[in-house]
């Protein structure tokens, strides 16, 4: 499975990769000497300056790629009154990317729309906008409301992606009501399959706790290799029908990510290439030694 990668979302809280007092600027760059791809989360937070994008392109190898999630006023999840006309924050969060698309260091654009987003008339239509809009790029779409894999709607759904030449993602999540898809493997554009792991914390991904935060009880959950296992079929599986398969472990808040992505890319028998040299780490063991 050589055109399988895997990564994990966010690089900056991966505590168990920078043991030896890494300073924060440098944390992609020692974290690119693990992995080969990462997903970018703080594009979904603001619409970044091109410096910051053209910073990590030189941090990077040159086969490094990254997942951009999309800005949370263009999914959905910014309720409150956008600043300006969405078409013209689509244009800005366009330009702010460009340094990646130069690199040819971008994956794919992750519209990831919110749990209340269900499948309406609506809501296909607005996806179909999202989709002119970012018509030259690819386009990877996950839906976290269950309604779009109702057995009625199913297979509509993937027809719907592959219309759009847009990639399914593919989650494996608790399966905690509305708010969460169910496992569908899929394959809607030839060129690239996504699968995220977001754990399996049912009782945090319903109720976090008073006076806890959500993102960190969510995805406080580490997957045994008896699960890992489940999946090595399904991989199997997606590769053989898509050009490259993106794996991303979102299962950060316990620090589980890194350990549970080295572990899976062991159990695929994957061999990461086109690295940053780890060189320095010796040094600095020899020295701490």
């Not at 987003?117 to 989709?131: I, K, L, N, S």
């Not at 794996?247 to 990461?272: C, E, H, R, W, Y």
Request: net charge negative.
């Amino acid at each position: 499975m050589r055109n399988v990668q895997i990564g994990v979302c966010g690089w900056g809280d991966q505590h168990d990769l920078y043991t030896h007092g890494v300073r924060s600027r440098d944390k992609l760059s020692v974290y690119a000497g693990h992995f080969p791809i990462v997903e970018l989360d703080s594009s979904f937070y603001a619409i970044l300056p091109q410096r910051n994008y053209e910073a990590w392109v030189r941090e990077t190898p040159d086969r490094f790629g990254f997942i951009v999630k999309a800005y949370q006023a263009l999914t959905g999840h910014q309720r409150t009154a956008v600043p300006t006309d969405r078409s013209q924050l689509f244009r800005q969060f366009e330009e702010s990317i460009q340094p990646l698309v130069n690199a040819g260091k971008l994956k794919t654009l992750l519209f990831q729309f919110p749990p209340w987003f269900d499948c309406t008339r609506e809501h296909v239509q607005y996806v179909r906008a999202c989709r002119r809009e970012m018509a030259e790029y690819p386009f990877a779409v996950e839906f976290r409301h269950q309604s779009w894999f109702e057995e009625k709607y199913r297979e509509r759904t993937l027809d719907f992606l592959r219309q759009l030449q847009a990639t399914h993602v593919i989650c494996d999540e608790p399966q905690a009501g509305r708010g969460s898809v169910p496992i569908v493997v899929g394959v809607t554009h030839a060129a690239l399959s996504l699968v995220r792991f977001h754990g399996r914390n049912m009782a945090g991904w319903r109720d976090p706790g008073e006076g806890q935060n959500w993102r960190d009880v969510r995805y406080l959950y580490r997957y045994s290799e008896a699960e890992l296992a489940e999946w090595v079929p399904r991989i199997e599986q997606i590769a053989s029908e898509a050009e490259e398969v993106c794996i991303l472990f979102n299962n950060n808040s316990g620090g589980d990510a890194v350990a549970n992505a080295k572990q899976f890319t062991s159990m695929l028998g994957l061999v990461p290439s086109g690295l940053n040299s780890r060189q320095m780490e010796l040094f600095t063991l020899e020295k701490e030694g």
